[in-house]
């Protein structure tokens, strides 16, 4: 328990350094710094504050890119599904427990040895640490970044504009190594939202390629696609059947 | 109130509330194999997305910014090499920047 502890305190300390990067791409993108605060403490989620300060930046449709953030959102209502019974948390304190539902927290309540009081101990502990320094440490880096941007000046002369690319695929990089359908998917997503973009409004492009996960998690998967869907995205998740690049749909928008 | 605020707030409180509605619904909901699936590769197909038009996209076309581009690399380089986060923002910042400085791209 103590080592679950101790891990989630390293890891959030870590990672929360990166809501500097958010300030500032958020300043940069023309979010003003109450507006990545609020992001940062209420949304608490990077890709999709990333998601929406690049629909900002983009001058695009508001709606798409809300939209897409609040899809980019919607794994963390996942991960809370399999969190659920694991940690077990009732009436209030799931409320405050809801916040602290991010990769990270879910990675290292996962991570700890499973069964019986012990193991419901730990993954509380692991959980409970990851939120609290990632939370306190990704607040403050915003306010930083935010504050520190405003006064940089043109953000492209500092490389601000490739931040968030480059944040995005250091996200990525795990479920990439993960196994040939992660990155079959990948592919077919950017490739999706790249032909998409010339059609539609900025940020709906990013929605459509949900549609290369639909088609690989729908076409029919035998043995390996059932036995490693429990598993959370990881190192040793097992590799799926490769057959994502075939469902991409590229219907334009208009 | 600015679009942009409406923008913000309502994402701020629609990803806390599937944050909180997760870990409220039953576990079996999700029981299907395939639902499951989904799950786990929708956040792939976004991020993938995200990147490619970031870096390439410019509004509703596409461009090429070669101190972006090498950006995306040096990124690429340093998670080959194992670099942490802030590592890996670093050296795709630093690379963009410094083109950008030289006149190179």
């Known amino acids: ?254 | 109130m600015s679009g942009t605020w409406i923008a913000v707030l309502v994402t701020a409180v629609c990803c806390y509330a599937l944050k909180l509605a997760g870990l409220t619904v039953p576990p079996q909901w999700l029981a299907h194999p395939r639902a499951q699936r989904f799950a786990t590769l929708v956040p792939v197909a976004l991020l993938a997305a995200l990147i490619a038009v970031q870096t390439v996209g410019r509004g509703e076309s596409l461009a090429i910014d070669p101190a972006r581009l090498a950006g995306l690399g040096a990124a690429a380089a340093a998670l080959l090499l194992r670099a942490p986060f802030l590592v890996v923002i670093l050296a795709a910042a630093g690379t963009a920047a410094s083109l950008r400085a030289l006149g190179v791209a």
């Open chain 1, 1 to 254: 328990m103590k080592q679950a502890a101790r891990d989630g305190i390293a890891l959030g300390l870590a990672v929360g350094t990166s809501g500097l990067a958010f300030g500032a791409a958020a300043v940069a993108s023309g979010l003003s710094v109450a507006q990545a605060c609020v992001l940062s403490l209420v949304a608490y989620t990077g890709a999709s504050q990333f998601a929406l300060a690049a629909a900002v930046a983009g001058g695009g449709n508001l709606i798409a890119g809300t939209a897409s953030a609040i899809l980019l959102g919607s794994r963390n209502g996942l991960y809370g599904l399999r969190l659920a019974g694991l940690l077990d948390f009732r009436g209030r304190f799931r409320l405050l427990a809801a916040l602290g539902v991010t990769d990270e927290s879910t990675a290292v309540a996962l991570a700890q040895p499973a069964g019986g009081r012990p193991g419901r101990a730990a993954a509380r502990a692991g959980f409970l640490a990851t939120f609290g320094s990632l939370y306190l440490t990704w607040n403050a880096g915003t306010l930083a970044g935010a504050l520190g941007a405003g006064r940089l000046g043109s953000p492209n002369t500092f490389g601000l504009d490739v931040v968030g690319p480059a944040a995005f695929l250091a996200l990525l990089w795990p479920r990439l190594r993960a196994g040939r359908t992660e990155r079959a998917v990948a592919l077919a997503g950017a490739v999706i939202a790249l032909a998409a973009t010339p059609f539609c409004p900025p940020g709906l492009p990013v929605v459509l390629a949900a549609g290369a996960a639909l088609g690989a998690a729908l076409l029919p998967s035998g043995a390996a696609g059932t036995a490693d869907a429990a598993q959370a995205p990881g190192p040793d998740r097992p590799a799926g059947p490769d057959r994502a690049a075939q469902t991409a749909d590229e219907r334009p928008c208009r």
